[in-house]
Structure formats: C-alpha cells, structure tokens
C-alpha cells in the first residue's frame, strides 16, 4: 500500500499511513524529529495538534527527553520540605526498590496507563504486598499528579489505574477475663512494662505514642495524659520525635484511679534504677524509657508483650491488637462511639464506627422495648 501523506500549513508537522495500515505523525523540535504511531488518521491529528500547542507553550525538546528516574529524583527533593521525615523515607524506598527498576527509564511524556498496569502487576506476580503496591501507587500518583501541574504532561496515566484492593485482616482482640490475665501475670512476674501494658489496654495509644509519652505529659491532679508526639523509628536503626499522624491525635485522655496509681509506683522504680545507674542514665523525662534512659526500642517491646502473652497462656495477638481490644471493651460496655474515637485519636468517629461497628452490640430488644415504653399511653383494644 502506497504511503497517503497529510502535511500541515507551514509544514507544522505531518501525519503518514504506513504498509500495515497504521499511521505515523511527525512533528520537529528544536532541529529534532518527533514521532508518534497511532490507529487512526485522526489520533495523529490530534497528537500533532497536542504537540503544538505545548511548543506554543514552552515545550522543548530536553523537558521531552526527562525519564522517570530523573524526574522522581528532583520530585523527591522538593516533596522532602513538604512531608514528614518518615513519609519521605518510605517514598524514597518504594521509589528506588519498586518504581526506577521497571519504569525509571521510561520517558515521563511518553508514560501510559499501560506502563503503570504492568508495573503493579509484575510486582504483585512477584510476591509483593497488595499494601506494598499501593504505597507504589500512592508515589507514582502524586508525583505524576504535580508532573501535570507542571504541563509536562497532559494527564496523570496512574488515574486510569486501579491499585489492588487490601484484604482487611482479621481483627483479634483479648476479652476481659483475658485482660485480666494479662495484667495479673505481669504484675506476679514483676514486669518492668506493667504499667505501659496498662496504659495500652485503658487507652488504645498506638505503641509509638505510648513510647514518645514524657511525665511532662501527665497532669496528675486532673488525672490525665496529653499526647503530644510519637516515637519514630529511621532507617537505620535511629530514633526521632514526630506529632502524631493527625491532629485528632493531639489529644487529652483521662486515667482511671487505678492506672494513675501504677503509674506512680512505674515512676518511683525508675527512680530507683536512675539512682543506681548514676551518671550512666541518659535522662530524657520518659514515662517508658529502656534501661538507662534513652527511647525504648519497639522491638524490645514486641519481644516483651510475646514473651508475657505466652507466659500468661493467652492466644497470639499483636501488640497493636491491644488498641484494638482498648476499644472493644469500651464499646461493648456502652462507652459513647465520640469518647472512644477521641481517646483512640480519630479523626472522625465515622472512622472508628467503620473499624469497630461490628463490635457493638445490636441491642435490638433493648431497643423495641424502649419505643414500646415511650409510646405506652396509645392503648390498643381488639375486638373480642
């Protein structure tokens, strides 16, 4: 098949069908040739009109030429001033681990929702996480989102892309006698973490809010906890203090009577091992700090509560499954959904009712025979 030829005014750019019967549109930038293939007469056309436009605009042929690797290096660089510390290392991770090894030389202009299919899929046919592949989503979504802000390209090919849905794991938490159980082993085994054991199970704190508590966060006469920070851990083994992850995690939560108590007897033994250790103690006002001082490690606690659990004779849980059996107990012992979603640091108390709903007890009866009682003066007479 002979070639049809479509030329522009001013030679602009042209557009040609080739012997398979697919067509071919060129246009020159900056002394070089561009090209784009397409189905159909009029893709060209409006890739050639596309392509103008962006000249018009201030395209030139280097910004063309930009990979994804080079360009998720300086899109990096600048979100660091924007995100938390922790945030910018997990990106920079899945950036360098998941992303620049299939993508990074790719061109950003010429990305497709195809690239971004293949990119998800590879990983998963490879063993990754469903929650990995959508951290990598997550980072190819919003730097290509600034990308589009920045006209290099038109529009954002992950927006055409579904990352896989999370199986929701099963949610595992302790009843009271088990609790119960907890606490009691601790206390017979004179567990140096009593007391954050405790604090974990009246409140629901995550294990880095709990570990970044300071006694200057603990109002004794109001009987309260102000959470102020968490602990993070870097890359790398370090350690730093960040806000919680929302500003609903800024928040006041009272103590009971007897937590309070504990808490008193937890600082005098820390008291003690301070004087004992001398000039060895690293002080920095922890309520849970490790042996001489300094921020407990996570690890060290998860190991702690595994061993306790099993010295108790108790199931398997997580350490975060005390969060979740903070807000069992309070749901199921008719705490209003709005106190537990401020103590557990949500945002919205929308967010807890869609974790917990399930927990809360139906109470239809109750409820039938409370609408019963207030409609009580209707009297009903059926005929003999």
């Known amino acids: 098949m002979a070639k049809r030829k479509l030329k522009r005014a001013n030679q602009e750019g042209s557009a040609f069908q080739l012997k398979n019967g697919s067509w071919r549109a060129q246009i020159t930038l900056d002394g070089k040739r561009l090209s784009f293939s397409a189905l159909s007469q009029g893709e060209c056309r409006d890739w050639i009109r ?11 042929y280097e910004v063309m030429q930009i990979t994804l690797a ?21 990106y920079q991770q ?4 998941y992303i620049k090894p299939l993508l990074g030389n790719v061109k ?19 063993g990754a996480s469903a929650r990995t592949v959508r951290m990598v989503h997550c ?11 920045m006209g290099l390209i038109d529009r954002n090919p992950a927006s055409f892309v579904k990352p896989p849905r999370l199986k929701r794991k099963e949610m595992k938490f302790y009843d009271e006698g088990q609790v119960q159980a907890l606490l009691i082993t601790a206390e017979a085994a ?24 300071k006694w200057v966060d603990l109002d004794w006469s109001k009987g309260y906890l102000q959470v102020r920070r968490q602990l993070k851990v870097t890359r790398g083994g370090g350690f730093h203090f960040a806000e919680p992850k929302s500003k609903a995690g800024l928040r006041a939560i009272v103590l009971g009577l007897d937590t309070l108590s504990l808490l008193k007897v937890h600082q005098d033994q820390l008291h003690q091992e301070r004087v004992q250790l001398g000039d060895r103690w690293k002080e920095q006002d922890l309520i849970f700090p490790s042996s001489v001082g300094t921020p407990t490690r996570p690890g060290k606690i998860l190991v702690r509560f595994k061993r306790l659990i099993k010295l108790a004779g108790l199931p398997e849980i997580r350490f975060h499954d005390l969060r979740h059996t903070a807000a069992s107990l309070m749901l199921n012992n008719g705490i209003p959904l709005i106190v ?10 929308s967010i807890t009712l869609n974790v ?26 059926f005929p003999s």
């Open 139 to 149: 980072v190819v979504h919003r730097s290509l989102n600034q990308a589009v802000q």
């Open 340 to 349: 537990v979603s401020r103590r557990l640091g949500h945002a919205q108390p």
């Open 70 to 90: 080079e360009y998720l290096h300086d899109w990096l660089a600048n979100a660091k001033t924007t995100i938390r510390f922790t945030t910018f290392e997990q």
């Open 356 to 381: 917990y709903g399930h927990m809360i007890p139906m109470m239809q009866e109750q409820a039938a025979e409370l609408m019963d009682k207030i409609t009580a003066p209707i009297s009903i007479q």
């Open 94 to 97: 899945i950036t360098r681990d």
């Open 108 to 126: 950003v202009f010429e990305l497709r929702p195809e690239h971004v299919q293949h990119l998800y899929a590879t990983h998963l046919q490879n």
């Open 50 to 60: 596309k392509m103008l436009n962006k000249v018009d605009a201030g395209l030139t």
């Open 190 to 213: 004179q567990d140096r973490y009593l007391a954050l054991w405790k604090v974990a199970v009246t409140t629901g704190m995550r294990m880095g809010e709990l570990l970044g508590l």
